[in-house]
Structures are given as structure tokens and as C-alpha cells.
């Protein structure tokens, strides 16, 4: 928001030279600090950012075209699993009253609103289209939704190597300790090869 855009919207109503003195008594108070405006474009900066979990939806299916036409409209949950998209679908569609709602060819930007309402307030249950849910749904408008890189499983990463990793499962350490002596042995055995006659 600019200092003119803050004027405008405050006292827009009033004379023209009314507005002028406005904006000019803004500039003096973001120069001293006591207003802060942020050019067009930097509103994002300062927004928090939520990242979508799809926990909380457990498991359903839908028809592989749907689900792939779900990954390719909505990408910020592209990387969700199958069965939690398939379930968020059907939790979206229980809001309207349909036990499945059909996936329109077009993005729905209601469905990721729906999404944020539910990550941002997961103790709200019995959500209906009503005065609170619209409540809801204003407030996400304090936040951006983050995406999440999706990793293709041609190129799997590996996890890091850390003690945490290895105690949670991630990391089979029978398999990296077996891996890194038969590195140390070979080392250990190209040096003897090298020094012997020929």
C-alpha cells in the first residue's frame, strides 16, 4: 500500500485539496516512522506464509484422470499423495453438500481457500457456508500460500546423513556403516597394489 492508496482510502470522500494535504501529512509520518507503507508488490514480504499439510484429510480415491487434473490445477498440493488429495477433494465437496462435487477444467480458487481454513484452524469442525465460515475465509487473506517443490521420483534425494534421520528410520545404518568399510578396504588396498613389483 502506498501513502496515495492510504489516502484515497481513508479520505477519498473528501475536496480535492483535502486529499492533498492527506497525502501530504502521510509522507511527513512515513518519513518520521509512524506509518508504514509498502510499495505495490512488497505486500507479499510481509505476509506470513502457510504450507498446506495433507494430514488431516486421510484417505480416499478418485479416478487417476482426477487426481492428475487436481495435481496439474491446484500445484501448491501437486505433491500431496494421491489418497490425501482424493480425500481434500471430498472434504471440500461435503462443504457444499455433495458427496463429490465434479473437477471443473478451470482452477477454483475456493478449494485453496477452503484448504487454508482448515490449516489455519484445525480445531473448527462442522464447517458450513455461513457468517463464520466467511469470517474464515477473510482472515486468510492475512496469509500466502507457499508451495512446496514437488520432487519427481526420477530423482529421488536421498535423506542427510544425521543422527536424527537414522534414529527416525530414514537412514538404513547397517547398510551405510557395510558401504563405508568396504570404501575404507578398498582405499586401504589400492595403495599395496601400487607399491608392488612388477
Known amino acids: 500500500m502506498t501513502v496515495e492508496r492510504l489516502a484515497d482510502a481513508v479520505y477519498g470522500v473528501r475536496r480535492p485539496d483535502a486529499l492533498q494535504q492527506t497525502r501530504r501529512l502521510l509522507r511527513a509520518w512515513e518519513a518520521q516512522g509512524r506509518v508504514v507503507c ?5 505486500y507479499d514480504l510481509v505476509r506470513p506464509e502457510v504450507r ?3 494430514a488431516p ?3 480416499s480415491v478418485l479416478p487417476k484422470t482426477s487426481i492428475q487434473l487436481l495435481r496439474a490445477l491446484y500445484p501448491e498440493v501437486g505433491h500431496w499423495p494421491s ?10 465437496s461435503r462443504l457444499y453438500g455433495s458427496p463429490l462435487l465434479p473437477i471443473l477444467e478451470q ?3 475456493a478449494f485453496l481457500e477452503y484448504l487454508m481454513v482448515r490449516e489455519l484452524h484445525p480445531t473448527e469442525t462442522g464447517l458450513q457456508l455461513d457468517a463464520r465460515y466467511e469470517a474464515l475465509c477473510q482472515e ?3 496469509y500466502r500460500l507457499g ?12 535423506p542427510e546423513v544425521t543422527v536424527a ?8 545404518f547397517k547398510v551405510l556403516a557395510r558401504a563405508t568399510r568396504l570404501k575404507l578396504q578398498r582405499a586401504h588396498e589400492r595403495p599395496s597394489e601400487t607399491n608392488s613389483p612388477s
Do not use: C, H, M
Request: aromatic residues 10%.
Open 147 to 158: 508451495t512446496v517443490p514437488v520432487v519427481t521420483e526420477a530423482s529421488p534425494q536421498p
Open 83 to 92: 489418497t490425501a488429495l482424493a480425500a481434500a477433494w471430498r472434504a471440500y
Open 107 to 109: 482452477r477454483e480458487a
Open 38 to 42: 509498502f510499495a505495490k508488490g512488497l
Open 52 to 54: 498446506l499439510d495433507p
Open 140 to 142: 486468510t487473506l492475512f
Open 165 to 172: 534421520n537414522i534414529e527416525a528410520g530414514l537412514i538404513d
Open 57 to 59: 484429510y486421510g484417505r
